[in-house]
């Protein structure tokens, strides 16, 4: 829904259209979705690394939207995210303010909820001041099981390029242990993938 200036429509439609660019899953990952709640997939090429975590939650398909849409909330349900606070709504997008990591890195974020698509696409605010990353995209996406499991099925994607001052292991831990740390909230699968990241950064 428009944003304005008034706080976020977080009531997904009823019946989201699934447009959201999900990856296509293997057989073997459909088997191993089924099996654990949880399949993850990464790929780094130089400086730039591309991963996706899909999780079945016990969660319902509203509740996951509403908890997305509460952005500030994002600290205290996200290991990894240390701080969030939103600077402005307008024009349908949300920017939002970040810190990250044990080394509390900056990141500025327009965020773009379309509850016709129950998907919350971001990317990295190139008018906000930035560290490490040269560009970040990707997006949020709620969906029912098609399963028929009473299960949600979540999408998080993510795309990163880092500055040449980063070393390869940061992008290696963008491109997955931060993905599994977004969704351990969600319960199901999604937390158990987390399990072996905590001592990470």
Do not use: E, Y
């Given at each position: 829904g428009?944003?304005?200036g008034s706080p976020p429509t977080t009531s997904m439609s009823s019946s989201p259209k699934h447009t959201a660019p999900v990856p296509r899953l293997t057989l073997d990952e459909e088997i191993r979705?089924?099996?654990?709640g949880v399949v993850e997939r990464q790929r780094r090429q130089g400086r730039v690394g591309d991963a996706f975590i899909v999780v079945d939650?016990?969660?319902?398909?509203e509740e996951v939207w509403a908890t997305l849409n509460d952005v500030e909330r994002w600290a205290h349900l996200m290991r990894g995210v240390k701080s969030a606070r939103v600077r402005d709504r307008s024009d349908g997008a949300v920017r939002a303010s970040f810190t990250v990591t044990k080394l509390r890195l900056p990141a500025n974020v327009v965020l773009r909820p379309s509850s016709e698509t129950a998907t919350l696409a971001f990317e990295l605010d190139k008018g906000a001041a930035n560290v490490a990353v040269d560009s970040l995209r990707g997006f949020w996406h709620v969906e029912p099981s098609p399963n028929g499991d009473h299960l949600t099925r979540v999408w998080l994607a993510a795309s990163v390029a880092a500055c040449a001052i980063v070393?390869?292991?940061?992008i290696d831990y963008v491109a997955s242990k931060a993905l599994r740390r977004a969704t351990q909230w969600l319960g199901g699968g999604g937390a158990a993938a987390a399990l072996d990241d905590r001592d990470a950064l």
């Open positions: 428009a944003l304005g979705l089924g099996q654990r939650s016990p969660r319902s398909p070393p390869n292991i940061a």
